[in-house]
């Protein structure tokens, strides 16, 4: 473990708890606070299974003997008493339970009402809307910061438009691209989540709409993140497709919270491929998942080919990598810039993840509440902790 680290609050037993510790990535985070939690920090792990919890603490106990005394809390994800208690004992708590919209919304409620700082690692449009109309107020009279995406959905495009941002001119209309390359693959949990995102079209834009009525509009500037349309981008030398995920909402949440963006701001984000044939087939195949993800039948069978707590060996995510590239313009004045790293889907998310917890736990951050992205909530202390980490931020070319 690093240096020690200020006393944390003495009414909450931990600064922070991780829950559902034993999923894939939760296991990997967990190995990461092992290695990574400072001294002093007052961590726990839990989820509904002591057994395995136990096995994951003798798992950590070989990375640092201090994990030997690790606390254990048993707690389910729809057991609501347990989960106040959950909330309740810490500052800090970050879930890997999902999919969210089954499994994420009693505990949302619980750290809102214990004025507890929540992070997960959610890409659903749905969930995030949902929380942000049931608990944002709640949570801001707590004092408790719900961060949402707290992984590779949206951490390198939210924290990568915050950093490309901050090489423009100041009080302009800003525009920037993300256009992203991994060879990454992914687990069991982000399948079961995706799909379940897909399949849940309608439900996702009532969600927005409703989200549209309750959040207050922006008064003398905007910012936008449409999904774009397919084209061949001069910029980076590839085919740019537009990825239908989470991140651009994240994006245009953070702009507009952030005056830094400036009064007309607009975020675009797509997956970079080098060639045409390759474009259209991946083109071809989000069509056709997303066509049988509306089938209740289809979609579970496609979850059972690739269940929950499995992904790639530690050999394939040693090799795996992942790099997003923006284009930021404004002002007369337009920069490259680049964010990258390894497995983008598990190490990389891993880190992210507990690096925003103890960021949370620890930091000196803006006076802020309620639903909020990273970039609004922790902003340059986070970016100051992944690059430590070795996620790498750079300036490619300035013009």
């Known amino acids: 473990m690093n240096a020690e680290v200020r006393q944390g609050d003495p009414e909450r037993a931990y600064d922070v708890v991780l829950f559902g510790a034993t999923g894939f990535v939760g296991a990997l985070t967990a190995?990461?606070?092992?290695?990574?939690?400072?001294?002093?920090?007052?961590?726990?792990?839990?989820?509904r299974d002591l057994g395995k919890l136990e096995r994951l603490r003798e798992r950590l106990t070989a990375l640092d003997p201090a994990c030997a005394d690790l606390?254990?809390?048993?707690?389910?994800?729809?057991?609501?008493?347990?989960?106040?208690?959950?909330?309740?004992?810490?500052?800090?708590l970050a879930t890997t339970v999902g999919p969210y919209i089954?499994?994420?919304?009693?505990?949302?409620?619980?750290?809102?009402?214990?004025?507890?700082?929540?992070?997960?690692?959610?890409?659903?449009p749905e969930f995030v809307d949902r929380t942000y109309v049931e608990h944002d107020a709640r949570a801001r009279?707590?004092?408790?910061?719900?961060?949402?995406?707290?992984?590779?959905?949206?951490?390198?495009?939210?924290?990568g438009t915050y950093y490309t941002v901050n090489q423009l001119p100041e009080g302009v209309p800003l525009r920037v691209d993300g256009f992203l390359r991994s060879n990454a693959l992914f687990s069991g949990g982000t399948l079961?989540?995706?799909?379940?995102?897909?399949?849940?079209?309608?439900?996702?834009?009532?969600?927005?709409?409703?989200?549209r009525l309750h959040e207050p509009r922006l008064l003398g500037r905007r910012a936008r993140g449409p999904l774009g349309a397919p084209r061949f981008s001069r910029e980076t030398g590839t085919w740019a497709l537009p990825l239908p995920v989470l991140d651009?909402?994240?994006?245009?949440?953070s702009?507009?919270?952030?005056?830094?963006?400036?009064?007309?701001?607009?975020?675009?984000?797509?997956?970079?491929?080098?060639?045409?044939?390759?474009?259209?087939?991946?083109?071809?195949?989000?069509?056709?998942?997303?066509?049988?993800?509306?089938?209740?039948?289809?979609?579970?069978?496609?979850?059972?080919?690739?269940?929950?707590?499995?992904?790639?060996?530690?050999?394939?995510?040693?090799?795996?990598?992942?790099?997003?590239?923006?284009?930021?313009?404004?002002?007369?004045?337009?920069?490259?810039?680049?964010?990258?790293?390894?497995?983008?889907?598990?190490?990389?998310?891993?880190?992210?993840?507990?690096?925003?917890?103890?960021?949370?736990?620890?930091d000196a951050l803006p006076d802020r509440a309620g639903q909020l992205t990273t970039a609004v909530a922790m902003g340059d202390a986070l970016l100051d902790r992944l690059q430590k980490a070795g996620i790498r931020f750079r300036v490619a070319d300035a013009r």
């Open 192 to 211: 079961a989540s995706a799909l379940t995102a897909i399949g849940r079209g309608p439900q996702t834009l009532a969600a927005a709409h409703t989200r």
């Open 255 to 362: 702009a507009a919270a952030l005056d830094r963006y400036g009064p007309d701001f607009r975020y675009r984000h797509y997956a970079s491929v080098q060639h045409l044939a390759m474009a259209l087939g991946g083109t071809a195949a989000l069509g056709a998942t997303a066509a049988v993800a509306q089938l209740p039948p289809a979609r579970r069978w496609l979850m059972s080919r690739w269940e929950p707590g499995r992904g790639p060996d530690a050999a394939r995510r040693a090799r795996s990598w992942f790099t997003v590239r923006f284009v930021g313009e404004g002002g007369g004045r337009r920069v490259f810039t680049e964010v990258s790293g390894g497995d983008p889907g598990y190490g990389e998310t891993a880190k992210m993840l507990a690096e925003s917890a103890l960021c949370l736990a620890y």
């Open 248 to 253: 651009p909402r994240i994006v245009a949440r």
């Open 31 to 47: 190995e990461y606070l092992a290695e990574h939690a400072p001294t002093g920090c007052r961590w726990a792990l839990a989820g």
């Open 102 to 124: 089954w499994h994420g919304a009693e505990l949302v409620a619980a750290c809102a009402e214990a004025g507890t700082d929540y992070l997960d690692l959610t890409g659903e």
């Open 71 to 92: 606390p254990l809390l048993r707690a389910d994800a729809r057991d609501t008493g347990a989960l106040r208690e959950l909330a309740a004992s810490t500052r800090v």
């Open 141 to 159: 009279e707590t004092g408790a910061r719900i961060v949402h995406a707290c992984g590779f959905d949206s951490i390198p495009a939210d924290l």
